[in-house]
């Protein structure tokens, strides 16, 4: 059987090779994310792993008739036509758990770098200034942090947020009244959480029904002056509502791993040859409008970059990927 693990660093490579995977099936390792003139290299490919900026979507699958299996090394499987794979009878696994802690640890790295302007102090202090002026921040202690989706990093958030004394409440569909009971927090409405909370922090998954959950319409009801985070996805936050509230006061700051458009900004050379939607470019202006602003602290989509996570995420997609040769597929979508 032929398997292509695409967006692979050697380190990988060379966990895979001394894999069971290596043994009877060939191997095609492809550091980089998958593209168009990749397509004829796996017509003959039955199995495929990918990571978030390799784009799975129906032109390509049909152009892909031996694959059986995606195997994306990530929770979200938003980069993958799931519609396209059921008709095609196309498996799709994914990481369900890798790294609740390794992403709810970066989001307090951002939250803290936000309320004691750690960024801007590094940057000043290497340029010889130890001036204080504008660099005084706020205690974390009896603030309310506002958790978007207390799923499994939410409440690894909460619990962390619990520890430095911060009051905490929550908006998810699903609720677990023992959980809040124990960790001491409160289920709300999402208008409610914006409204009262002094930090606000996005651990969502995108799909059709969370695109722009925070837009226009509801984040002028935020708190003003709060902070905002988001380790999700970049398409939960309608990226001009984030910049006017930027703009007007309403956001003190925001703490960013995650933005929309952001693949446009990893390869903005491919805008020179491609033609995209004008809604997108005006997207990936307003992104450059927020990497230029001293109260925006942007990481790139690094919240899970662990050396533990990683190494959790490959071991759960050799899994996978053994389970369908065995014919007992795991951590399907």
């Known amino acids: 059987m032929r398997i292509a693990f695409f967006e692979v660093t050697d380190w990988e490579c060379d966990f895979i090779r001394k894999s069971s995977l290596s043994q009877g099936n060939e191997i095609l390792f492809f550091p980089e994310e998958l593209t168009d003139k990749d397509i004829a290299r796996l017509a003959s490919c039955e199995v495929i792993s990918v990571f978030i900026y390799s784009r799975l979507m129906r032109d390509r699958l049909e ?7 995606i195997a994306t090394r990530s929770t979200g499987y938003d980069h993958i036509d799931t519609e396209t794979c059921v008709n095609k009878k196309i498996q799709v696994a994914n990481v369900p758990f890798y790294g609740e802690n390794t992403v709810a640890e970066h989001t307090f790295a951002l939250i803290l770098a936000l309320s004691r302007n750690v960024h801007k102090a590094y940057v000043r202090t290497v340029r010889g200034d130890f001036s204080l002026d504008g660099l005084k921040g706020f205690d974390l202690k009896g603030k309310t942090l506002g958790v978007v989706g207390a799923g ?4 690894h958030v909460i ?10 409440l929550a908006y998810d569909m699903t609720k677990n009244h023992f959980l809040a009971e124990v960790l001491g927090f409160q289920y709300c409405g999402l208008d409610e959480l914006l409204s009262q909370s002094d930090i606000i922090s996005l651990h969502a998954p995108y799909n059709p029904k969370t695109h722009h959950l925070i837009h226009a319409g509801n984040i002028s009801k935020i708190k003003r002056g709060a902070l905002f985070i988001n380790t999700a996805r970049g398409g939960l936050v309608e990226t001009g509502a984030l910049v006017k509230a930027l703009d007007d006061g309403i956001l003190s700051g925001a703490g960013l791993d ?7 900004i990893k390869e ?4 020179l040859s491609h033609q995209f939607p004008q809604s997108k470019l005006e997207t990936l202006v307003k992104n450059h409008i927020l990497l230029n602003r001293e109260n925006v602290v942007i990481t790139p989509h690094i919240a899970f970059y662990s050396q533990e996570a990683l190494q959790r995420i490959l071991e759960t997609t050799v899994s996978n990927i ?12």
């Open 63 to 69: 152009k892909l008739p031996q694959v059986r299996l």
């Open 152 to 155: 499994h990093i939410g409440l």
């Open 159 to 168: 619990k962390m947020a619990r520890g430095f004394d911060m009051q905490v």
């Open 258 to 264: 995650a933005l929309e458009e952001e693949d446009l």
């Open 268 to 271: 903005e050379k491919q805008i």
């Open 322 to 333: 053994q389970s369908f040769l065995g014919q007992k597929p795991s951590n399907l979508v």
